[in-house]
């Protein structure tokens, strides 16, 4: 990393405010980041936080080491053990719960899908040794285990 305090504060951060219903959680957090810290932390430090939370909204690829890292640790869920991840994605749908089954994973599959298209699911070689391997594997049967049920349907 190149600046660990950078990403320490946006992992305190990131989702400070949460809002299931709303679309700008993110945002939102930066903001009051970047609102409560005021004038006791520099400007540099305040913008790196800030591209850090934002970098978790993952519609971009991270640039840097330091997004690398905040995005890893950010999806590093997907890489528990199966019971842990599967019991972690049913307490999203719960936190999802004004959504109709078919907007929630609709949207769901969308981004799963996103991450497996990607090169490489972890862009850090730490968190790829780690996580890489299990976090695809989660998904693919995960989105399996979706379409059985009829939540969604093939590509």
Known sequence: MDDPNAVELSIWFHDVIYDAKASDNEERSARYFSETCGQDVDRQLQSKVHDLIIATIHKE???????????????????????????????????????????????????????????????????????????????RRYLDSLKKQSLVGDA
């Open 61 to 139: 690829l991270p640039l840097t080491p330091d997004g690398k890292y905040m995005v890893d640790i950010d999806l590093s869920s997907f890489g528990l053990p199966w019971d842990k991840f599967l019991r972690d994605s049913e307490a999203v749908r719960e936190e999802f719960s004004h959504l109709s089954d078919a907007e929630f994973y609709s949207a769901q599959k969308e981004f799963l899908e996103s991450l497996l298209f990607r090169e490489h699911f972890c862009f850090t070689e730490f968190f790829r040794q780690r996580h890489e391997k299990t976090a695809r594997e989660n998904i």
